[in-house]
């Protein structure tokens, strides 16, 4: 019964979209109020009927309902209940049916929070909004309903990937939909704003706190996953420019891109045309993250469905979505007139070189995983572009960007002082001569390319918090008085600090782990000791036993360091009967300096074990360079000009929005 | 005259930027890609030489799973042709005879590949997607839907 009410609102959310999508396009263009006003509880009532069905299918899982066949193909009587709950969305009908509630759930806050919108604009961004979830509903209901019945119900299910079954499963897709989802409510507003053809300071503050929401989900998703990835695979590697991890880091960029294209729409009115274009770009690579991984042709550990027939539809809709707004991108953008002048040596000319970069970077990413497909359509042949494609196009791109990520943010708006800026920089350059200086004396056998990496980071670091002390004078004036003006900062200030420094830190930690990862691979005996960077690690037991819902076994191998018992690392191999499946679970202990990390593979012959034991050098690095750019995101999101109730236009937006101008 | 040379400059700038991408891409394409083969196009391909990188995929041969320490011996097959392999390494979890896998590496000078990655990753139906369109290009698709899960 339950399933049906699932269902059955799944088919009244699939109305409901439809009709917020007419009431609040149509009523915005034939200046009906009834129907503009009307799109505001369409988007509440869809986002109620998302829940009830998302509601309805986690039910099903939790009482492992095995008529259900979503739940007999992905769940076991016998998961625990973590993986229960979590592998609603740990399928392909599952996880599209999260996508919606995310979707509906940002409608639904677009429409509560946006008393201050002009009503026209409101309407309208609800109305693309409701297209959207349109769209995904009837995918859903056509082709991957959740709900669908199984006659006779299977006794028991087939349970889950075990790959799939740890605690990342439970964040990683959530705050990644998030992301992806956030990018749409900045597609909307985009879309609202070519219909309107006018784009304006206002615009950008409404804009801005979804981005940022959006990029700071997208960001931690990210992360998350790759972290998954990092202790789950047992490689040892914590980001493989895998077809699907590039899926979700694609928008990643371009959400970067627009985030500080914002800025410049916001503060100097410039910039606007491709502020809009994008916000399109942005939502339009969330959509193709979704068409690679679920359609399937991309083969992957993430493509739980190789259905033709999703994969069409999805394309479809994909040319629908992006071929039209682009078109209408094509023919309202010339209309929109630029604003603010700028020198090309400027706050505003380092935002634009931010952003030629990354659109540059996005376009080699999206070549490199793209072109398989493309040769193999072409030619028949198979490639398959790896890690040394993307490190000789990808890295090359950024180093410029960091060297700018310090400088930019000195930079005066309109005009900008460089040698000025540069002699502020003074220091930095100063760090980055140290920086260098140590990491050699301290890893000497590195390529030479990890210096300028750490340089880098050092460079980014440091120019960053000198920016910083200039805004508070700090050493300038007494400290108190610099800490009072540090409370007194926007937080926008303080989310580029800490947007800024995270990256710094995040590139340091990505070259350390990618210059002197040690890796040793050997087959053990039992009582034997090897030497890791300086850890000796000796394999004192192997035990075997049971889990929830799997067999393990677990090797127990003792760290010293320097003599003394520093740690006892005991990764496990699990076996899962219900799918016949073996997972690697790599027992991991950081320092400062770096992960060691060990992973137990198969006996051989000989009576010994093979083992990996690596160490990962500044690979904690990475996690908290993420987690500090998350925080900037946040921090930036609370700032007083972005809260609800501060963006006013200026003048009043009279309602219907004036004729386009042809 | 500003707004024109302001354009002008970034339109420059961008220029400059996709023209360096392109060269990196180039350059990348050149030496990175690594090309997919099944035991039977590598058996009618003279051209390739030892030390190239390459990737082969098909099954793991039932009963050729030899382990030494830790260096692990195989066949790959596409029930035609057959390429002996060896790698160092912990197997991935999902490795097991009879069943698809991809490797990554280059033919050794006595012909022996000579792998540095072995992936089985699988879709649902444990299969990569190239094995089985090697397979079907084997005109031994069926015979491997019949071979035990």
């Known amino acids: 019964m339950i399933p049906e009410l699932g269902n059955f609102a799944l088919a009244l959310a699939l109305i409901v979209s439809f009709v917020m999508t007419g009431a609040g396009l149509a009523g915005a263009q034939m200046g009906n109020a009834a129907w503009m006003v009307a799109a505001r509880p369409a988007a509440i009532a869809l986002f109620g009927l998302s829940s009830i069905a998302f509601a309805a299918l986690t039910w099903a899982f939790v009482v492992s309902d095995f008529s259900v066949s979503n739940v007999a193909a992905n769940s076991h009587s016998l998961k625990p209940m973590l993986y229960k709950v979590s592998g609603v969305w740990g399928n392909h009908e599952g996880s599209m049916l999260l996508w919606v509630l995310m979707l509906s759930l940002f409608g639904a806050a677009v429409a509560v929070?946006?008393?201050?919108?002009?009503?026209?604009?409101?309407?309208?961004?609800?109305?693309?909004?409701?297209?959207?979830?349109?769209?995904?509903?009837?995918?859903?209901?056509?082709?991957?309903?959740?709900?669908?019945?199984?006659?006779?119900?299977?006794?028991?299910?087939?349970?889950l990937n075990p790959l799939l079954q740890d605690p990342g499963l439970a964040f990683h897709p959530p705050m990644l939909y998030l992301g992806y989802v956030g990018l749409s409510v900045t597609f909307c507003f985009a879309i609202a704003a070519l219909i309107e053809g006018k784009v304006d300071a206002a615009w950008a503050r409404w804009v801005r706190p979804w981005t940022l929401a959006a990029w700071s989900s997208l960001t931690l998703g990210i992360a998350l996953g790759s972290w998954w990835a990092y202790y789950e695979l047992g490689w040892g590697g914590w980001w493989f420019w895998d077809p699907v991890e590039n899926a979700s880091f694609m928008p990643w960029l371009a959400a970067t891109a627009l985030l500080h294209s914002a800025i410049v729409v916001e503060k100097r009115d410039a910039l606007k045309t491709w502020t809009v274009l994008l916000a399109i770009i942005a939502f339009s690579f969330s959509l193709l993250g979704t068409f690679l991984v679920r359609s399937g042709v991309l083969t992957s550990v993430h493509a739980f469905a190789t259905d033709p027939a999703r994969g069409l539809y999805i394309l479809l809709f994909l040319l629908a979505v992006i071929g039209g707004s682009l078109t209408l991108f094509a023919i309202r953008a010339p209309a929109m007139k630029s604003g603010g002048l700028f020198a090309p040596v400027s706050r505003e000319g380092a935002l634009v070189l931010n952003n030629l970069l990354l659109s540059t970077a996005l376009a080699t990413v999206l070549l490199g995983t793209l072109y398989p497909l493309f040769l193999e359509v072409v030619s028949g042949d198979k490639v398959s572009v790896g890690p040394p494609f993307f490190n000789a196009t990808f890295v090359p791109l950024m180093i410029p960007l960091i060297i700018a990520m310090a400088a930019g943010p000195l930079m005066g708006w309109k005009r900008g002082d460089l040698a000025g800026v540069l002699s502020r920089l003074k220091v930095a350059g100063i760090a980055v001569g140290i920086a260098i200086a140590v990491t050699w004396w301290a890893q000497s056998d590195g390529p030479p390319l990890a210096l300028l990496g750490i340089g880098l980071a050092a460079w980014l670091f440091v120019g960053t918090l000198i920016e910083f002390a200039e805004r508070t004078r700090l050493f300038r004036v007494p400290l108190s008085n610099s800490l009072r003006r540090a409370a007194g900062l926007p937080r926008s200030a303080w989310g580029l600090l800490l947007g800024h420094a995270g990256v710094a830190i995040l590139v340091a930690g990505v070259t350390g782990s990618s210059a002197w990862t040690v890796e040793k691979i050997q087959a053990m005996a039992i009582g034997e000791a090897i030497d890791v960077a300086g850890y000796s690690f000796t394999l004192d037991a192997v035990t075997e036993g049971q889990g929830p819902n799997y067999q393990y076994r677990r090797a127990a191998f003792t760290v010293r360091h320097d003599g003394k018992v520093y740690d006892v690392l005991e990764p496990e191999k699990r076996f899962f009967p219900v799918e016949r499946n073996e997972t690697t679970e790599a027992a991991i202990r950081s320092t400062f300096l770096g992960d060691l990390y060990a992973v137990i593979g198969d006996e051989t012959p000989q009576g010994t074990w093979v083992t990996r034991i690596y160490f990962n050098p500044l690979v904690p690095w990475i996690w908290a360079g993420c987690l500090i750019m998350v925080a900037g995101g946040l921090v930036s999101l609370s700032d007083r000009r972005l809260r609800i109730g501060a963006p006013q236009r200026k003048r009043a937006t009279p309602s219907p929005a004036p004729a386009p101008a042809e | 005259?500003?707004?024109?040379?302001?354009?002008?400059?970034?339109?420059?700038?961008?220029?400059?930027?996709?023209?360096?991408?392109?060269?990196?891409?180039?350059?990348?394409?050149?030496?990175?890609?690594?090309?997919?083969?099944?035991?039977?196009?590598?058996?009618?391909?003279?051209?390739?030489?030892?030390?190239?990188?390459?990737?082969?995929?098909?099954?793991?041969?039932?009963?050729?799973?030899?382990?030494?320490?830790?260096?692990?011996?195989?066949?790959?097959?596409?029930?035609?042709?057959?390429?002996?392999?060896?790698?160092?390494?912990?197997?991935?979890?999902?490795?097991?005879?009879?069943?698809?896998?991809?490797?990554?590496?280059?033919?050794?000078?006595?012909?022996?590949?000579?792998?540095t990655e072995v992936l089985a990753k699988h879709d649902e139906n444990y299969m990569p997607k190239e094995v089985a369109d090697a397979l079907k290009a084997s005109g031994q698709w069926q015979h491997a839907e019949e071979a035990p899960k």
């Open chain 1, 113 to 159: 929070l946006g008393d201050n919108l002009p009503p026209g604009l409101r309407a309208r961004v609800l109305g693309v909004q409701g297209g959207i979830a349109f769209g995904f509903l009837l995918f859903i209901l056509l082709t991957s309903n959740p709900f669908d019945r199984l006659d006779p119900a299977p006794l028991d299910g087939q349970g």
């Open chain 2, 1 to 115: 005259m500003k707004p024109k040379r302001r354009r002008l400059y970034i339109i420059g700038l961008a220029l400059l930027c996709l023209g360096a991408a392109t060269a990196l891409v180039l350059t990348a394409f050149e030496d990175n890609i690594v090309f997919f083969y099944s035991p039977t196009e590598l058996a009618e391909r003279q051209d390739i030489g030892p030390g190239r990188m390459m990737r082969i995929g098909g099954l793991v041969a039932d009963g050729t799973v030899v382990k030494n320490n830790a260096t692990v011996s195989f066949t790959v097959t596409d029930l035609n042709n057959t390429v002996p392999v060896s790698y160092t390494g912990i197997l991935p979890d999902l490795f097991r005879e009879g069943q698809g896998v991809v490797v990554e590496g280059s033919l050794g000078p006595d012909g022996r590949f000579m792998a």
